[in-house]
């Protein structure tokens, strides 16, 4: 599961961030799925120090702001599959809002990037372009440095 933190004085204006943690030993504690089958899309989440993290909780935004990359509709641009993976087989297929950039529409529940990646990559995936669409940061902290 992750975090949501909204931040209200920012360089940015009020922002919304949803936080990964990543472990010791590398595993997230969600989107682990994605992780291992789109990494390309992982990749696509900004890894964020502890340190940089736990400052800008505290305030002191500007660190925290310089590391989160680009603007959640961004990536929604970037994402390698566009178009529901369904659209061949689903009677509910329509090509204006069966897409990830859908301007001002809900993106359908059932979208999948692709059946053969199995569902519950398709439901972290999902999760992960909800988050976006929503104008949420989606951002992976790394874990403490070991003294």
């Not at 989160?68 to 993976?85: D, F, H, S, T």
């Amino acid at each position: 599961m992750y975090r949501v933190v909204r931040l209200l004085n920012t360089p940015l204006g009020p922002i919304q961030i949803a936080a990964i943690g990543e472990d010791a030993s590398g595993t997230w504690n969600a989107f682990s799925e994605l992780r291992q089958k789109l990494p390309d899309i992982a990749d696509m989440l900004p890894k964020i120090p502890f340190q940089t993290w736990d400052h800008g909780l505290r305030g002191l935004y500007k660190p925290l702001t310089d590391a989160l990359g680009r603007p959640p509709y961004a990536n929604l641009i970037k994402v390698p599959y566009q178009v529901c993976g369904s659209k061949d087989t689903c009677q509910m297929y329509s090509k204006s809002d069966c897409h990830v950039q859908a301007k001002g529409k809900i993106l359908k529940m059932c979208f999948t990037p692709n059946p053969a990646l199995g569902i519950s990559v398709t439901e972290e995936f999902f999760d992960l372009i909800r988050l976006w669409r929503e104008n949420f940061y989606v951002v992976v902290i790394l874990p403490p440095p070991k003294v």
